[in-house]
C-alpha cells in the first residue's frame, strides 16, 4: 500500500482536460486507502479509461488513450535497422510502409525474395506456421509430409537453398514483426502438423485431414517459442507482435463467418496478452486491430473485411512516428488522421478532397464553416478544429509524403 499512498502524494490531479490540450496526458485517478479521492471503490495502482471520442482526434489522444503501454522507452529503429515482417496479410503493409520510406526491410534485395517468408510471408496466418519457419531456418527442423504451399496450392518442400536464405535474413534481423492473422487451422491427425492454409484439393484424404481452433494455449505456446528462439539465436532484437484486424473470408466451421472471426481474434488476442503478461519485457504488442476495430470501425470497405487505405496509412506512420528515430517532421500524421477521421464517417466528405491536396485556402475556409465534423457534439467539433489547426501547423513543416 506504500507505494499508492506515496502516488497520491505526488499529485492531487484527478482528470486531464478532456484530452484534447493533453497538459496530462491521462484520464486517472490516484488512490490511496484512507484518502478521500473516492469515497466509494478503491480504484487500485493503474485506472485507464476508455476514451470519449473526441480524445481520439488527436495523435497524443491516440498515444494516451491506445498505445499507452505498448511503446518502447525510445524509438529503436533508423534507416540502418534490419526489418523483417510476415504473418497475415497486414504484415504485408508494414513491411512495403517502411520499404517505401527507405527503411531497411528484407524482401528489398533480390537474394531475400528466395525465402518463403519473403515470398509467401503474407499467407503464414497462424502461430504454428509463423514458428515452423524459425525452427526450419534456425534449428534446421524439417516436418513430415507436404505443408507448406503457395497461393496456387503448389507445394513448397524444404529446400536447403531456402532455408539458408530464411536464415541468413533471419540472423541479420534487429526488429522482427509478426503479424498474427487466425486460429482456424488445418492439420495432419497423425503427425499433429500443421499446414499454411487448408490442402490442396487433389491431396485431400478425409482419413488424416483435419480442421480445429486452436486453443488459447497453444497459441501461447506458439508465440513463447518463437519468441525464445529470437532471444537464443539474435539476443538483441526487438520483436513487436500484433493481431491483424483483417477479418475471416471464410470459417470451415457449420456457424456464421461473423461469429467465428470473433472467436478466431478472441483466442489470439488473449494468447497475446497472457505472454505478453507471464513474460514482461519479452515483445512488444502493436495495438493495429484495437485501431481499426474500436477507433476507426466505421471505416471497412464494402467487403467488410478491408479497412480504408487511409486508415492503413495512418496506422503505418503512427507507427514510424512512435518506433522510428528523429520523425516528428518527416510524417505528415496529422493529416492521415485526418483522412482516416473522414474515411470513418465522422468528418465530412469534403475535407478529404482538401486534405490529400494540401489545399491551406481550402482548409483555412472549411474551418470557417459552422459545422466540420458529421453529426458530433459540440466535444467533438471543438476537438476536430483542434486537429485542423494542428493540420495546417502539418502542412508548413512536413513536406509532403
Known amino acids: 500500500m506504500k507505494g499508492i499512498e506515496r502516488m497520491a502524494k505526488d499529485s492531487d490531479t484527478i482528470v486531464s482536460d478532456g484530452g484534447r490540450n493533453h497538459a496530462h496526458h491521462l484520464d486517472f485517478q490516484k488512490t490511496s486507502k484512507d484518502g478521500n479521492e473516492h469515497h466509494s471503490w478503491f480504484r487500485g495502482e493503474h485506472t485507464n479509461k476508455t476514451p470519449k471520442l473526441d480524445q481520439l482526434f488527436s495523435v497524443q489522444g491516440m498515444r494516451d488513450y491506445v498505445l499507452h503501454g505498448f511503446l518502447p522507452e525510445e524509438p529503436p529503429i533508423d534507416e540502418a535497422t534490419q526489418i523483417t515482417a510476415f504473418g497475415s496479410c497486414f504484415a504485408s503493409n508494414i513491411s512495403g510502409y517502411l520499404a517505401r520510406r527507405n527503411f531497411a526491410v528484407a524482401g528489398r534485395e533480390g537474394d531475400d525474395n528466395n525465402a518463403y517468408v519473403i515470398r509467401c510471408g503474407e499467407g503464414m496466418v497462424n502461430t504454428f506456421v509463423i514458428r515452423q519457419q524459425f525452427e ?37 534481423t534487429d526488429v522482427f514483426i509478426l503479424t498474427l492473422g487466425l486460429s482456424e487451422v488445418w492439420y495432419d491427425e497423425p503427425t499433429g502438423n500443421v499446414f499454411w492454409r487448408t490442402i490442396p484439393k487433389d491431396v485431400y484424404d478425409p482419413e488424416r485431414h483435419r480442421f480445429r481452433v486452436a486453443s488459447v494455449s497453444e497459441n501461447k505456446d506458439n508465440i513463447a517459442a518463437i519468441c525464445a528462439l529470437i532471444r537464443k539465436h539474435r539476443p538483441e532484437a526487438k520483436i513487436v507482435l500484433t493481431l491483424s484486424p483483417i477479418p ?32 514482461p519485457g519479452a515483445a512488444y504488442y502493436w495495438p493495429s486491430y484495437e485501431i481499426v476495430r474500436q477507433v476507426f470501425d466505421g471505416g471497412l470497405k464494402e467487403d467488410m473485411r478491408h479497412p480504408d487505405p487511409t486508415i492503413i496509412n495512418f496506422i503505418m506512420s503512427l507507427f514510424e512516428l512512435t518506433w522510428c ?77
Open 325 to 401: 528515430k528523429d520523425r516528428a517532421d518527416k510524417v505528415d500524421v496529422n493529416t492521415r488522421l485526418g483522412l482516416a477521421h473522414v474515411a470513418s464517417g465522422r468528418m465530412l466528405p469534403f475535407l478529404g478532397r482538401i486534405l490529400r491536396r494540401r489545399d491551406t485556402e481550402a482548409l483555412k475556409e472549411f474551418m470557417d464553416r459552422k459545422n466540420v465534423a458529421n453529426k458530433l457534439d459540440d466535444d467533438c467539433e471543438a476537438a476536430v478544429r483542434d486537429l485542423l489547426a494542428e493540420i495546417e501547423a502539418e502542412w508548413e513543416r512536413v513536406p509532403k509524403i
Open 248 to 279: 475471416l473470408i471464410a470459417t470451415f466451421r457449420d456457424q456464421s463467418c461473423l461469429a467465428s472471426n470473433e472467436v478466431s481474434k478472441a483466442t489470439l488476442r488473449v494468447a497475446l496478452d497472457e505472454f505478453l503478461r507471464e513474460n
Open 136 to 172: 526450419w531456418a534456425w534449428e534446421n527442423r524439417t516436418f513430415e509430409g507436404e505443408l507448406w504451399h503457395g497461393y496456387k496450392a503448389e507445394a513448397y518442400g524444404y529446400d536447403e537453398e531456402v532455408r539458408k536464405a530464411t536464415k541468413a535474413i533471419f540472423d541479420r
